[in-house]
């Protein structure tokens, strides 16, 4: 069986979404996605272990041979990937059964569920394959569930920011289609690992040069970079809490593994950053987004809109690292993806489980939750010291490399910058604990418990976890940089 | 142009006309698809959805430079990219010479079916052909969390139905005519679900047109009467076995050893397997895309009965 | 040049029309048919890069010699499919919206979020 992993990998939860609609009962659906999520995370685990030690695996669909059948193709890069979506979504799912009988009416939780499988299905698919098509297949499956767990948010608002998310991604989905077709129509084939052989050939021509920017400017529409960002912040507000803890953690990250994958492997290092100004661009959107995004999160009172806004900026670090087209710079680029997940996962789940206490997550509301919720706000707290990036935790690691990167190409004054936004962090993150802790709670409202363990055992895993990763760094590190070092291997 | 009504109906021409254009550029399996669902589905539902939420769009006062501003910078660099793209119809093209030859060449021994694009789709692409299953699962879940009512009780039933009943005394000609098509118009997707190996066709179609029958109906007949004859529960079930009955094949050709979908270790015989495979996947295809048809279009319809039914009780309600 | 890369700038036309409509446009339905017309347009630009002078629809035939390019269509039967998938999600989501806001202009629903946004400020400041 360990020959099919990789297809196991997607087909898994893909299969259990039908079955969840016909089991119908909301706790056994619940139960089942939980088992379904551990075993994609086993899977995971396994071909993880199985491309570190023997390298790329290449699984052959319907055994044809690659460029005319479909191909999976798991190396370093997405075997990490994988990791990091099937851990997010088992921490969930814990959660999930507590936070959605708040938010959801009772008769959609089973409907919730499916989407949740299949929107996972999607970005594993995403993940996996290595055919340019199959991507724009997944990419929808994974859109189409989204926009619907999104619209299932309790506020109005959540199906207005829905509606704008489904326009905005259909349109960067049509535009990654269009880009697929020029390559094409240039090469003649699909597969990723065919066209990176084929495309050098006619890389000087015009087409390809257009297929390039349609594939990166609807990937940056997907990936929310800044000045593309606005369907994002009402998305991540309104949605339901486990799906904003979810996608929070996984959908941008996803984007940018495509992105990655299409600069570097596909189009070839020496085509996407010679021939096209693409460092200059991503470094000074990427630098615009940090300071954008973070300033407009010191402002905001809904603290979900605070931490969506925060997404954004640290989009905007991973987005420089990658601009740099070094092994470092995307090695930072790779532990921010693994470490920001870590993070804003535990904030989110933390935010869920304030949702599911006290019923919204405005700022005063959080007034003395510091005594009444200590071990949720202790969360937030670590949280938010790893965003700002304190020693001894993971923020920390993945920022001390991308300065580390930057300077090894002498570019200080960027480095500094990056430190100065860090300072916005700690402006926005300091603004919620002051209230939390040094504010005496509203007199109207109710005091309230502490958050149930069926939350405070996912979250504090995470916590651990980012801790543990920001002191000892010898698994994440060490698979970022082999990824990181293998993708310039291929292309140099 | 401000009546949605308008803007719709020439939207359902311009699919009917860019279906057209198809079977002149000889893709006759994407016109047919093309013709159902940009002329018929997508259509047909624009209609239910601006019943209920109006049909005049209210004029914008800003003026929308930057919108044009945009489209005339992605309309500029698609027209630098074509310069360099190779001509049309030519057949020296790179796409012509890299992977689609083994298609048209090879496929007759390799599948043995005559229609190259359902070779193509159902088996040297059967995955991606998969995902597009699964997406239109997705839609159909997704309309299902959007609009499904919560089951009134029987009695609220039967006074739709009664109030349908009366509303479509009317139409007995229309009625009498449907009755008879209907049944034909069943026959017909059947056929184009087997012959879809030979000529254009399959399930996806086959999905379309028999949902359209059921649709006939339940516009005709009132929608608690279909709903009476088409159960709920039921069709949401055919959905999900359609999805798992594709992925079984995959599953099946796994235990026998083969790849996902290698559907050659299906039967001792490879082309027999090829067959069998493209056959119960067709099936799927269609179970799946009829039923998620059928679901869409009864929560449309479902969801406007549901709007009336609330304003009814509310107008009652004031006027005591 | 003119005769060869006519298609491909008719498309690029029907695209960009399509494109303005959805950005341009306050209805929400109507963007969803701009929305559907920029699909479609990408589909004819795929269909017509698979033409071959001379051939024939791709269903082997005895004495036919040239078929037009097959894997084209395949990819956009799969590209229709997802795209009634959208419309119909996207409308349903109309519909929603409709309820909810009791309108479907783009501008009426941003004033009446942003006038909640400013009530919920003034509370907070009394």
Known sequence: ?492 | MKDLFAVIMLSGIYGLLSASFFVAMDAVDVAFTEAAVGAGISTLLMLVVITMTGRKEKPTRHKPISALFVVIITGGLLIYGTLDMPYFGAADAPIHNHTSPRYINDSMQEIGIPNIVTSVLASYRAFDTFGEVVVIFTAGIGVLAMLSVARRKEDEDDEIASINDSMHQQHLVIRIVAKMLIPFILLFALYVQFHGDFGPGGGFQAGVIFAAAIILYAMLFGLATARRVINQTFIQLIAAIGVLLYGCVGLVSLMNGGNFFDYNVLSSDPIAGQHLGILIIEWGVGCTVASVMVIIFFNFAGRRQFQSLKKQTKHTESSK | MIVGLFNDWVVVVLMMIGLYIVIAHGNLVKKLIGLSIFQTSVFIFYISMAKVDGGTAPILADGVTQYSNPLPHVLILTAIVVGIATTALGLSLVVRIKEAYSSIEEENIQKQDNKALKQSAMEQQA
């Open chain 1, 1 to 492: 069986m360990t020959a099919h992993l990789p297809i196991l990998q997607v087909i898994i939860p893909l299969m259990a979404a039908p079955i969840c609609l016909i089991l119908k009962r909301a706790k056994l659906v619940w139960l089942f996605s939980l088992i379904v999520s551990v075993l994609a995370f086993s899977v995971s685990v396994l071909l993880l272990q199985q491309v570190m030690t023997s390298g790329v695996i290449s699984y052959e669909l319907g055994g044809w041979q690659a460029p005319w059948g479909i191909e999976y193709r798991i190396d370093k890069l997405n075997a990490f990937v994988l990791l990091i979506i099937t851990s997010i979504s088992t921490l969930v799912l814990i959660a999930a059964q507590a936070s959605i009988e708040k938010e959801i009416p009772k008769d959609k939780h089973t409907l919730f569920y499916v989407l949740f499988l299949l929107s996972l299905t999607g970005m594993l698919g995403i993940v996996a394959t290595g055919d340019a098509f199959n991507v724009f297949v997944f990419l929808e499956i994974s859109s189409l569930s989204a926009y619907a767990l999104i619209a299932l948010g309790k506020n109005r608002r959540a199906l207005w920011a829905s509606y704008q998310y489904l326009i905005m991604g259909t349109i960067g989905a049509t535009f990654i289609l269009i880009g697929i077709g020029l390559m094409y129509q240039m090469t003649g084939t699909l597969n990723m690992q065919d066209l990176s052989q084929r495309l050098p050939e006619v890389a000087a021509t015009r087409t390809v040069f257009v297929a390039f920017a349609f594939v990166t400017v609807g990937l940056c529409l997907k990936l929310a970079l800044f000045p593309l960002h606005l369907w994002l912040p009402n998305a991540y507000a309104f949605a339901p809490s486990i799906v904003t803890a979810f996608f929070a953690a996984t959908a941008t990250k996803v984007a940018i593994y495509l992105l990655i994958r299409f600069t570097f492997s596909v189009f070839g290092l020496s085509f996407s950053f010679t021939t096209i100004p693409l460092q200059t661009v991503f470094m000074a959107l990427g630098l615009i987004g940090i300071f954008v995004a973070s300033s407009t999160a010191i402002y905001q009172n809904n603290i979900k809109h605070v931490f969506a806004y925060s997404s954004i900026s640290q989009i905007g670090y991973m987005i420089i690292g990658f601009s740099l087209s070094s092994v470092t710079g995307l090695t930072s680029t790779l532990l921010h993806l693994f470490n920001h997940a870590l993070m804003k996962s535990a904030i989110f789940l933390a935010l869920a489980a304030i949702m599911f206490r006290v019923g919204n997550v405005q700022l005063d509301n959080f007034r003395g939750l510091g005594r009444q919720m200590p071990l949720t706000m202790a969360a937030i707290v670590v949280g938010g010291l790893s965003l700002i990036g304190v020693p001894l935790t993971v923020g920390f690691v993945s920022k001390w490399y991308l300065l580390t990167a930057l300077l090894e190409q002498g570019w200080w004054p960027i480095a500094a910058l990056v430190l100065l936004a860090s300072i916005l962090a700690v402006v926005y993150v300091w603004r919620i604990v002051e209230v939390a802790y040094f504010k005496e709670p509203l007199p109207d409202r109710a005091p309230v418990k502490e958050a149930p363990l069926i939350f405070l055992v996912p979250i504090w895993i995470l916590v651990i976890a980012n801790v543990y990763f920001g002191i000892d760094t010898r698994f994440s590190v060490q698979v970022a940089e082999s990824a990181a070092q293998s993708l310039f291997g291929v292309s140099l």
